[in-house]
């Protein structure tokens, strides 16, 4: 659900338009989506993003799909 860019930046960037489905203990199902890896949503389209967010990862963030 992730891809990972390599040198230079070695950042994990979320997988466009990928969902995930989990069924919860009581037979439901959930759909999410992972919006970033990192903390607060950093921008991992700057130039500078590597520098920013190495040490602030592994911070999920993700969405809620209704339906």
Do not use: C, W
Not at 1 to 6: E, L, N, Q, V
Not at 20 to 30: N, S
Not at 52 to 61: I, L
């Amino acid at each position: 659900m992730a891809t990972y860019t390599g040198h230079p930046t070695h950042l994990i960037k979320a997988t466009p338009g990928k969902i995930l489905v989990i069924r919860t203990h009581d037979e439901k199902f959930v759909k999410l989506r992972i919006d970033s890896y990192y903390q607060n949503k950093a921008d991992l389209e700057s130039e500078a993003s590597h520098l920013t967010t190495k040490d602030k990862d592994g911070y999920f963030t993700f969405t809620f799909i209704k339906g």
